[in-house]
T-cell receptor, first 115, second 106 residues
Framework: DAGVIQSPRHEVTEMGQEVTLRCKPISGHDYLFWYRQTMMRGLELLIYFNNNVPIDDSGMPEDRFSAKMPNASFSTLKIQPSEPRDSAVYFC?????????????FGEGSWLTVV | KNEVEQSPQNLTAQEGEFITINCSYSVGISALHWLQQHPGGGIVSLFM???GKKKHGRLIATINIQEKHSSLHITASHPRDSAVYICAVRYNDMRFGAGTRLTVKP
């Protein structure tokens, strides 16, 4: 398996623009997670899905952030409008069926810079 | 107070030394993960623990549920072990420690 695939790997955008980050989880994994990593706050869980259903989005910073998982093989994290403080590395990860009892596989991250 | 505390924050060792990184948490958890993040940014999950001890090559992870404490040990450390090691606990969601930056010098 190719692992968790994220795109784009790097994005530089202007403040106010819409940003869409994409993730393809490992086939057969029922859990999908979106994380954000910054120097100031470290790693944070933004939202996670189980069987394409959002379970906990309490980590989503504000209404400018939204995440969808239209099917088992694809998820998006959208920021609209983007702000410089959204600059971070955004990781997508997936985990097999039993979730908490299994390891988590991370994508390589999407490095976002908002100027 | 962070619910997941790691120590030390930074650690420099000579090649071959035995390394210990500690993680303490304050909530009841269903699982604890040790993650490794290399300078390029990629994150790899090293271990998932809910009890006892796990070993993989030169890496050993232990957890004491009663004491809410876990340790990650690296035996015969090597420069390629240089990375940030992050403890993460699975609660209702996932909570992360701030990470331990390990540098192993040849």
């Amino acid at each position: 398996d190719a692992g968790v695939i994220q795109s784009p790997r790097h994005e530089v955008t202007e403040m106010g623009q819409e940003v869409t980050l994409r993730c393809k989880p490992i086939s057969g994994h029922d859990y999908l997670f979106w994380y954000r990593q910054t120097m100031m706050r470290g790693l944070e869980l933004l939202i996670y899905f189980n069987n394409n259903v959002p379970i906990d989005d309490s980590g989503m910073p504000e209404d400018r952030f939204s995440a969808k998982m239209p099917n088992a093989s694809f998820s998006t994290l959208k920021i609209q409008p983007s702000e410089p403080r959204d600059s971070a590395v955004y990781f997508c990860a997936s985990s097999p069926r039993t979730g908490a009892r299994n390891t988590i596989y991370f994508g390589e991250g999407s490095w976002l810079t908002v100027v | 107070k962070n619910e997941v505390e790691q120590s030390p924050q930074n650690l420099t060792a000579q090649e071959g030394e035995f390394i210990t990184i500690n993680c303490s948490y304050s909530v009841g958890i269903s699982a604890l993960h040790w993650l490794q993040q290399h300078p390029g940014g990629g994150i790899v999950s090293l271990f998932m623990l809910s009890s006892g001890k796990k070993k993989h090559g030169r890496l050993i992870a232990t957890i004491n549920i009663q004491e809410k404490h876990s340790s990650l040990h690296i035996t015969a450390s090597h420069p390629r072990d240089s990375a940030v090691y992050i403890c993460a606990v699975r609660y209702n969601d996932m909570r992360f420690g701030a990470g331990t930056r390990l540098t192993v010098k040849p």
